[in-house]
């Protein structure tokens, strides 16, 4: 059973920059994982993804690209999402998902992802 636990989330000025953990257990390497973010009222949206190959997908929502880097560390078992020059906009609450029906070529949906962290939220301010 796949576990994720998001940290890392907290309250940042306008122009920071944050780091978001996930932390897999019970993890497969032929899991694709990935970012989304959701606001209250609004449908979760993905930010990134790195599929089990390596591949990586950002979400066309995210403006400027290149603001949001996703790695991952294969030996802890960590996907990370580096923010940087953060927004308003980009307050919400970060969920990481695992899943295997999703690969880099893919656009990034919730239904493609079958496990899920509880979240952790980013307030830009």
């Known amino acids: 059973h796949v576990q994720l636990v998001e940290s890392g989330g907290g309250s940042v000025q306008v122009g920071g920059s944050r780091t978001l953990s996930c932390a897999a257990s019970?993890?497969?390497?032929?899991?694709?994982m990935a970012w989304f973010r959701q606001t209250p009222g609004k449908e979760r949206e993905g930010v990134a993804g790195?599929?089990?190959?390596?591949?990586?997908?950002?979400a066309d929502s995210i403006s400027e690209k290149g603001r949001f880097t996703v790695s991952k560390d294969s030996n802890k078992n960590v996907l990370y999402l580096q923010m940087t020059n953060l927004k308003p906009e980009d307050t919400a609450m970060y969920f990481c998902?695992?899943?295997?029906?999703?690969?880099?070529?893919?656009?990034?949906?919730?239904?493609?992802?079958?496990?899920w962290g509880q979240g952790t939220q980013v307030t830009v301010s």
């Open positions: 790195l599929d089990d190959g390596g591949r990586i997908r950002y």
């Open positions: 019970g993890y497969s390497a032929q899991y694709s």
């Open positions: 998902a695992a899943g295997q029906r999703w690969w880099g070529a893919l656009p990034l949906l919730e239904s493609q992802f079958d496990f």
